[in-house]
């Protein structure tokens, strides 16, 4: 028995080694805590993301990469010229990143991040958060188990996890980033619009003061008027114009923004005026824009062009005054008045 001892101590302190050396590698490939954040970072100093596209080990990495910075208070697209990005997309996004919560892992083998499409060289999405240059947050998006949900994995745990985030949420295109209104506030509240259309006479139209102040055309050809209606629907379709991408701050020839489709100079009472200046490419269906308030050219798609342009027509706007209604057959002619009636004769019959 005693011949034994050595033996079993030997394997006593293998199994206390073992257990030892497990306790401090806190093994990577358990899972964390079911229903803790899968973000354990604060996100509200993010100044800065990356969003990159899918990238598999059998094709190389496409060029879909989206950067977004703050900088002095507003988000930008430091790729696409420093265009505006959207500040409400982008907190909308940290908001749904610091709600994320583990539930139970969907795996947690050696081999998992590979076969969920989360691996750090495999991935339908890889968003990275910083704050002041360094990351606070790396999260690999793969495959869907389901819909509005990604199987998801944190840098540095190889547990996959199905969360309430589609790779969708993440665009990897500068246009879903693009703040749309980029262009509003050049034409609200204008109180006069000057149009050149390509081979028309320009036409000027100015808004009266009021509460229900109309529209009114200058210089008014004889027999003719504005109308009302398309007036106003011209006046809300330039407010509501948003911008579909950022081209660059240099103009293009293949751009032809020198001979314009149309130039809409926008006056307010207070402020510079603002000049449009619409184009269409020589290849393509879409339009360019060069807005004299901003460095940017942007471009448009045609179903959003087109309706300004049929809005801006000088036919659609000038229109023939309404011609006298014709007499209907029978109707007394009022502009030639009638005989009057001779009263009768009485004859005396003495």
Known sequence: MNR???????????????AL?????????????????????????????????????????ADTRIELARAKGQWVLPGHFDAPADAGKVKHL??????????????TSADAPERFKVAKDHYERRLVAS????????????????????????????????????????????GAWLDASLLDADAQGATEIDLTAAG????????????D???????????????????ATLASTLAGLKADTVLGTTAQPAWQQDTPALTVTLKH?????????????AKGNTYVLKSSRH???????????????????????????????PAEPGAPDHATPAPLAQAPTHRSHN
Not at 5 to 11: D, K, Y
């Open 269 to 281: 009472k207070d402020g510079a005026p603002v000049t449009w200046t619409l184009s269409k490419p």
């Open 131 to 174: 704050a002041g240059g360094k990351p606070v947050a790396t999260i690999y998006l793969g495959s869907s188990p389901g819909l509005r949900k990604a199987d998801a994995r944190s840098a540095g745990d190889d547990a996959v996890y199905a969360v309430d985030l589609a790779t969708f949420d993440l665009p990897t295109d500068a």
């Open 4 to 18: 034994w001892i050595p033996v079993l101590a030997v394997v006593l302190g293998v199994q206390l080694a073992a």
């Open 200 to 211: 028309k006479a320009p036409l000027t139209l100015r808004k009266g003061t009021g509460k």
């Open 94 to 107: 940290l908001d749904r990143l610091g709600t994320l919560r583990r539930g139970f892992p969907v795996a």
């Open 213 to 231: 102040a109309t529209w009114t055309l200058a210089d008014t050809p004889a027999g003719k008027h504005l109308d009302a209606d398309h007036a």
């Open 295 to 325: 460095p940017w050219y942007v471009q448009l798609q045609a179903w959003s062009a087109r309706p300004l342009l049929e809005a801006a027509a000088a036919d659609t706007l000038v229109v023939a005054d309404a011609a006298p209604a």
């Open 21 to 61: 050396a497990l306790d401090l590698r806190h093994d990577r490939l358990s899972p964390k805590t079911p229903d803790t954040p899968l973000v354990a970072a604060r996100l509200d100093g993010v100044d800065h993301l990356v969003v990159d596209g899918p990238v598999a080990p059998d094709k190389p990495k």
